[in-house]
């Protein structure tokens, strides 16, 4: 079982940066796909970020050029870095780690046993005007 802990949330202004980190422990620690998923209140989960097993990454539209996602596999960390941050990022954001790699469902980024995946309990993200 592997345990995911994410930290780095709070508040900032629009166009500043916030730095997310997941820590991974466990048996297994990170998976071969990890991502960022988010979801604010009265809308769908919505992958942010994915980093697959072979080094590829895929982003959700509105993230590329703003957001990077990176991991350390010797620290078992999974870091999101936001730029150029908007009032629109705002919400929960979740790190998931899944065994089968990632894959895009139309189009956005995901990953294949998402239904399986590993969850953090999430850190919140409140981007101000």
């Known amino acids: 079982q592997v345990q995911l802990v994410e930290s780095g949330g709070g508040s900032v202004r629009a166009g500043g940066s916030l730095k997310l980190t997941c820590a991974a422990s466990?048996?297994?620690?990170?998976?071969?796909?990890m991502a960022w998923f988010r979801q604010a209140p009265g809308c769908g989960r919505e992958a942010v970020a994915a980093f697959d097993g072979d080094g590829s990454t895929n982003y959700e539209d509105s993230a590329k050029g703003r957001f990077k996602i990176s991991k350390d596999n010797t620290k078992n960390t999974l870091t999101l870095q936001m730029n150029a941050m908007k009032p629109e990022d705002s919400a929960m954001y979740h790190c998931a780690g899944g065994r089968w790699g990632c894959t895009l469902i139309s189009g956005r980024p995901s990953m294949v046993d998402v239904d399986e995946a590993n969850w953090g309990q999430g850190t919140q993200v409140t981007g101000s005007s």
């Open positions: 466990g048996s297994t620690a990170l998976s071969k796909c």
